[in-house]
């Protein structure tokens, strides 16, 4: 009994500690998303379902909703299948292949606000990427000012943030696939693209689980990329608008904290379903080899 009471108290700080800075605040916007906040009177009216009535009309949560959901299905299976044929060229036999890694894994340490001006300034009018194009006829153009090609620069920006990290994560799984387990297949017979499909892909799962559900999170809460090329205004023509920057209009440029806190209760509930649905298909990961 002794030993029992003394691991509680043990864990007693740390279980305060979640309490204050997570359970506690979870609760308090939970309560916001039902009230009419106004953050700068610091005071709220209790209104019921009248937020979330809001969303069902409202034209730019609809679109903040699509771009969201549209930048996901875009970045995750690209990013995930870039940092595989990475991490598959850093681990074969090959000369130099330390110097790949590091460069490969640079952009992943950049910070995204460092990024997301390099990349403003490749995709101006004077840019990078319109002196390429413009060897082959294309006309110049401000590619974050486009309302069609302003969501996929942003696309392109974070999958080429993102890809070194993921990269060293498959790596560290490709190596610790046992080297016999090839030998046998080669004795077989199997060719390089079946030991690929047949053993290094299924050994591959649960860093392909860890992969995917972490970066279907992470994308789901874009926001900085968005705000920072925007301008905070999720332009043009909402085309860069996304759930996070518009709970954050909501929140800090409406002062309507009621509003805002209804959005990240939407997102949580996108998120917490999506992730649900990845376990189902894959399990906990440690079932997986």
Known sequence: MGEFLTGYVMLMPAMLLLAIFFFYPILFVFSLAFQDYNLLRNEGTWIGLENFKRLFDDGVFHRSLYNTFFYVIGVVPVQTAIAVLLALIVNANIRGK????????????????????????????????????????????????????????????????????????????????????????????????????????PLLKPTMFFVVVTGFIGTFQIFDQAFIVSGGTGGPQNATMTMALYLYINAFDYMDMGYAAAIAFVLFVIIFTVTVIQKSLFGDGSNLR
């Open 98 to 201: 330390t110097f790949f890694r590091a460069a490969y894994f640079i952009p992943s340490i950049t910070a995204s606000v460092v990024a997301s001006l390099i990349f403003l300034y490749i995709y101006s009018r004077n840019g990078m990427l319109n002196s390429f194009l413009s060897w082959f006829g294309v006309e110049p153009r401000v590619w974050f000012e486009d309302p069609t090609f302003a969501l996929p620069s942003i696309m392109v920006m974070n999958i080429w943030s993102t890809i070194g990290q993921l990269m060293v994560l498959f790596l560290a799984g490709l190596q610790d696939i046992p080297e016999d387990v090839y030998e046998a297949a080669a004795i077989d017979g199997a060719s390089p693209v079946q030991r690929f499909f047949y053993i290094t892909l």
